[in-house]
């Protein structure tokens, strides 16, 4: 997934829930894995067998595909594996806020994170302040970014032919 071959890691995600599920039925049967193949794919010809399987297999490859965003994420902010990316200092947007909808899209610095709650603390600027929102509700801005809005903002204030 991170190498963006989505087809391929659909078919590794099925595979390794193949796998997976005739190990795991081994055990219960107290069987050698070998002996579990056949029985394992039998039991899938059952529709019902077979759907539930299919989700499973859906939703592990959605959360390889969420990881694999979140890694893309930490890769373009610098971060080493695992480093918390809502570190005091960093700026991050606001996104799907409902109770405050018209925060969406605003900006701010993080301050801290609330040990109790897990959210993150966030001062925006005036008239919204300091905020504590849940961290699937933001997302860092890359620094990147950042640098390139200020230079573009840096040669927009110095161009004489964008001057009113």
């Known amino acids: 997934e991170m190498e963006g071959d989505r087809k391929k890691m659909k078919l590794r995600a099925r595979q390794s829930q193949v ?6 039925l081994a055990k219960t ?8 193949i056949e029985p394992f794919f039998e039991k899938l010809k059952d529709p019902k067998r077979f759907s539930v399987f299919v989700e499973g297999v859906d ?3 959605n959360n390889i595909i969420k990881r694999a965003e979140d890694k893309k994420k930490e ?4 971060l080493s594996p695992g480093q ?3 570190t005091p200092g960093v700026i991050v947007e606001a996104k799907g806020l409902k109770g405050i909808p018209e925060l969406n899209g605003k900006r701010g610095e993080v301050k801290c994170k609330v040990q109790k709650t897990g959210r993150i603390g966030v001062v925006f600027p005036e008239p919204f302040g300091e905020k504590a929102l849940k961290p699937e509700n933001l997302d860092v801005v890359p620094v990147e970014q950042l640098q390139a809005e200020q230079e573009a ?3 927009a204030d110095t161009d004489p032919d964008k001057c009113w």
Request: charged letters at 20%; hydrophobic letters at 45%.
């Open 19 to 24: 796998i997976s599920s005739i190990t795991e």
């Open 29 to 36: 049967e107290k069987r050698h894995p070998g002996n579990i």
């Open 59 to 61: 939703a592990f490859a």
């Open 75 to 78: 890769q373009a902010l610098g």
């Open 84 to 86: 918390d990316v809502f």
């Open 153 to 155: 903002l840096a040669k």
